[in-house]
């Protein structure tokens, strides 16, 4: 595998293994489809988190995210085949996002935006980037934005594996850096499933949607305390989990036949499922980018 432990381990990977380790070991080895489209609901979450990056480090004006954001998927995404679905997706939410979020975020004291970290943690580098940290009072609170078709509520939230995952994780690493983590605001907004045939299409039935809705359909935050138990059984878990995962890198486990067929075709498309059918890798190509987390970080 091209992708070496001390190169250090994110959330995100480490949620790739669980999800599939035959998914995991194609990214691991650089395979990458050789066209991009959209409905990877990947896609709409980082052009979305990226408006909100620079908006919130910079202020980014509603007229200059389509500049913006058209810069960034060239940069980020230059397999995508047709970038409008997402830029009209994403500069139809952005300003009614600002105008719903605008009381609520004039009064957050920010200690971090996209807090980057790469840290040792129990023998292990621990690496991976915050969407931000605040203050409440005197607690610390981690902030992280989802995009989703469909909002969990609060306590699903809270009980779900991946919230519970990823932000366990950021507290781990962050405890390593002086940070004693009280919780996390979940920011979710709703990137609907529509049906379009050009941009412009999308773009209206979007406005018509969020009209007929209104904004409370389409934005939300869950503030989400952290308890002492549940820190504590994390560690260990992520203890085990890492160990698991360095035998698998260096290939004393092997994981036999499919490794997780719900995977393949559940909320979208697995983007491997042409190779994995196959085992060909017709229509794929090996970069030198492993994992993209990796990439923007020292
Ligand atoms: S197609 Fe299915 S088995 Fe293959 S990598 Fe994707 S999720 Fe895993």
Not at 14 to 34: I, K, T, V
Not at 200 to 210: P, Q, W, Y
Not at 211 to 235: E, T
Request: aromatic share 16%; glycine share 8%; with cysteine.
């Amino acid at each position: 595998m091209a992708y070496k432990l001390e190169d250090g381990v994110t959330q995100s990977m480490l949620m790739s293994y669980l999800g599939c380790r035959q998914r995991f070991r194609y990214m691991a080895e650089g395979w990458e489809p050789e066209q991009t489209g959209l409905g990877d609901a990947m896609l709409q979450g980082s052009c979305f988190h990226h408006l909100l990056e620079f908006h919130y480090e910079n202020g980014l004006r509603p007229e200059d995210a389509d500049e913006e954001l058209r810069g960034y998927i060239a940069t980020a995404f230059p397999r995508l085949i047709d970038p409008e679905p997402v830029v009209a997706m994403c500069c139809t939410l952005f300003p009614h996002y600002l105008r719903y979020h605008k009381a609520d975020d004039a009064k957050v004291k920010w200690k971090a935006l996209e807090k980057e970290f790469d840290v040792e943690w129990n023998g292990y580098r621990l690496r991976g980037k915050i969407d931000g940290i605040f203050l409440k009072g005197k607690d610390t609170w981690t902030f992280e934005t989802k995009t989703t078709s469909q909002f969990p509520d609060g306590v699903q939230t809270a009980y779900s594996l991946s919230f519970s995952f990823q932000n366990f994780f950021y507290a781990t690493a962050l405890s390593t850096m002086g940070y004693d983590i009280t919780g996390t605001t979940q920011n979710y907004i709703r990137t609907p499933m529509l049906k379009f045939k050009t941009a412009d299409e999308l773009a209206g039935k979007l406005e018509k949607s969020i009209a007929d809705n209104g904004l409370d359909y389409y934005f939300r935050r869950y503030p989400i305390v952290h308890s002492q138990r549940q820190k504590a059984r994390f560690w260990t878990d992520l203890i085990s989990l890492l160990r698991e995962f360095e035998h698998f890198l260096l290939g004393d486990i092997r994981y036999p036949g499919y490794r997780n067929h719900a995977g393949c075709i559940n909320r979208g498309t697995c983007p491997y499922l042409a190779f994995c059918a196959t085992g060909q890798p017709a229509g794929y190509s090996q970069t030198k980018v492993f994992f993209r987390e990796l990439e923007d970080k020292a």
